[in-house]
């Protein structure tokens, strides 16, 4: 069917979902809020009209047995989409994640697969403060056997959800609070977005940017300010940070040259740093110049508005790091 | 509630299948052929069996780090079990698990778990699913008393409650949590009475009695199986071994072991079985030898069973 009003972001997720669970009745949404308030932020709405309270299950404030209760039953059979809200939230489930389902398809053989998606904002820019703030991907990307993905925008977001969804492997979507409401023309028709494979937004010689989640829109304002600049910039959107499609930044900085990671996690730790030292043993040869990353410095996000523009990434400062790179 | 001659004979054999395999485990591994840690169950055999013995094939267990009993009690195949342990590629995780890590998921052997209490929030998972498919069957859960000191125990019983899950949770009391007693773990007499506060029936028995082990989880597993929801079993028993295979045990006061010896379950029943004519001296050796071959015969194929090549390491990250 075609979707010719713009879609938001929120719906362009929830379409996703809703389009699974119609095709499969072993797909169900559960968490905090997700069923009859319709999720803290609107995403699960209508959900539990359509499909009932079987498979829209809210649930107690208990982030790891919602993570673990995804586990056994994807290990059984379903394929559960949980809500776990703010990422900062996760840090009561990180068990469940790194030692049970990242885990389980591994250790027992193969003997079971354990398809589930947990879906976790960011929400850097809302001054929501210190626990409501933060950017972990870094974290579960380095768990093998767990699916990271970053969508960016509507289309990509609904593409993710699907093929998170439809996969044999536990994913982690990591959704940003501040992109909800951009609104986007729908491609028609069922499609996915594949997971693993980076995106390459605009072509360009002179220097490739690699964006990260929310980071792509920042990227795309860098982008038409370096134009004007006479930089003509490559721009890849990474989607999925496990696993890294790094064939697509080896090409481009075979291309380029140069090359800038940005994220809003932070800079030490972050995806940028596997990203920069797989850049430099890989294609080291290709590169004039250090790899570059524009990211949060190592301390904690504030609610103060100030203090927290200061901390978050965005186009000024990536169009200043690429300037020190070409220029 | 009388049971029946074959029913007795089953609980017996299924206990001493058990005590055989963890015995000859128990030497194998101080022989330094078994890698990694290995946790034994000797002492808690009746919990295992009088649970397991209610459960059909396709209801899901999930078992603690301390799990061979639970898993042979449950069906599992003692040749791919052993040859997990010693590390093998005919191990049913293709020597990947070993012990602490085990699972059998064609018997219904969902998972042993090296982290304390984190079955008990996967118990939730399938019993989840037990219900969502319109299924009869159950999910049960063992965990010690030291579990019931993690968030997992009461996240898991508290959400089993309110989604109003089939699951059994079975507290294996054994008087010490890896090395500490239960009376730091604790301050309360009975584990079981936590279980009305989350809106669940829970019950306190002597776990070294596998026949009233059976009759409580008769009732659990008709009133799992009933959907009402989740059934707490407290079973009083003792490890007669250490925390693992090799521990000193020097927390452990001068006699205790010896009283617990007195109330093993493997022996107090044969001697019941005996002095109710169930079965005599010749047809328990017989019950007894064919539990050596059969582990005798898991040893074997153990030891034939190649190392995994290294490329395994690699295989199967996804699925």
Partial sequence: MSEKKPVNFQWAINHGIAEEMRRDPNVFIVGEDVGKPGGPFGVTRGIIKEFGPERAVDTPISEGAIVGLCCGAAAAGLRPV???????????????????????????????????????????????GPHHSSSLEGWFASMPGLKVVMPSNPVNAKGLMKAAIRDDNPVLYVEPL??????????????????????????????????????????????????????NA???????????????????????????????????????????????????DWLDAPVARVAAPFTHIAFQPQLEKHYLPDAEKLVAKVKELVG | ??????????????MVRIRTFEDNTTTIFAGGEMPGFLHLSQGEEAVAVGTCANLELEDAIFTTHRGHGCIIAKGADLKPMMAELFGRIDGCCKGRAGSMHFADVKTGCMGSNGVVGEGMRLAIGTAFAQKYKKTKNVTAVYFGEGATGTGAFHESFNMAATLNLPVIFVCSINLYAQMTHK???????NVADRAPSYGAPGVTIDGNDVELVYEEAVKAVKHTRAGKGPYLIECKTYRHHGHFEGDPCNYRPEGELEEWLKKDPVVLYEKKLKKEGVLDDKQIKALKDAAQKEVDEAVELARKSPQPEVEELYRGIFA
Avoid: C
């Fill in chain 1, 234 to 284: 490559e721009l890849i959107d990474l989607l999925t940070v496990n696993p890294l499609d790094m064939e697509t930044i080896y090409e481009s900085v075979k291309k380029t040259n140069r090359l800038v990671i940005i994220h809003e996690a932070k800079k030490v730790m972050g995806v940028g740093a596997e990203v920069a030292a797989a850049v430099q043993e890989e294609v080291f």
């Fill in chain 2, 183 to 189: 009376s730091v773990h604790i301050a309360i007499e």
């Fill in chain 1, 178 to 231: 501040a992109s909800y409401k951009l609104k986007m023309e729908m491609p028609e028709g069922d499609y996915i977005t594949p997971i693993g494979k980076a995106e390459v937004v605009k072509e360009g010689s002179d220097v490739s940017i690699v964006s990260i989640g929310r980071m792509r829109l920042e990227s795309e304002k860098a982008v038409a300010k370096l134009t004007e600049e006479g930089i």
């Fill in chain 1, 82 to 128: 949980a809500e776990i809200m703010f990422m900062n939230f996760i840090t009561l489930a990180v068990e469940e994640f790194y030692n049970q389902a990242s885990k389980m398809h591994w250790m027992f053989g193969g003997q079971v697969k354990v398809p589930m998606v947990v879906r976790a904002m960011t929400a850097g820019g809302f001054g929501a």
């Fill in chain 2, 1 to 14: 509630m009388k049971l029946n001659k074959d029913l007795k004979i089953d609980l017996y054999k299924r």
